[in-house]
């Protein structure tokens, strides 16, 4: 039900703006979060944010990345701002904990 887009191959420094859509019912009392799964590594957690726009971030993302959410539109976004190769792949939007069904990703990589 969650159908992320954006991804890109940009080099480092550069940026990338993510979109996911929430096809689900409960999109405005959902806590939604943005995960990575780098290549031969596990799922990791980036961001969160609740209907309210309450917000946190992972160490490693905070004061590059920003998760924002339209309501209306369903749809929650992670802006990545000076991009290293250590932010390489796919991203994905669920709850926090991952309860939700995952969708497919989109790939992000960026040269050095």
């Known amino acids: 039900q969650m159908v992320e887009s954006g991804g890109g191959t940009v080099q480092a420094g550069g940026s990338l703006r993510l979109s996911c859509v929430d096809y689900?019912?409960?999109?405005?009392?959902?806590?939604l979060a943005w995960h990575r799964q780098a290549p031969g590594k596990e799922r990791e957690w980036v961001a969160s944010?609740?209907?309210?726009?309450?917000?946190q971030y992972s160490s490693s993302v905070k004061d590059r990345f920003t998760i924002d959410r339209d309501n209306f539109k369903q749809t929650v976004y992670l802006q990545m701002n000076s991009l290293t190769p250590e932010d390489s792949g796919v991203y994905y939007c669920?709850?926090?904990?991952?309860?939700?069904?995952w969708g497919q990703g989109t790939a992000v990589t960026v040269s050095s």
């Open positions: 944010i609740t209907p309210a726009k309450n917000i």
């Open positions: 669920n709850n926090p904990t991952g309860q939700f069904s």
């Open positions: 689900g019912r409960f999109f405005n009392i959902t806590v």
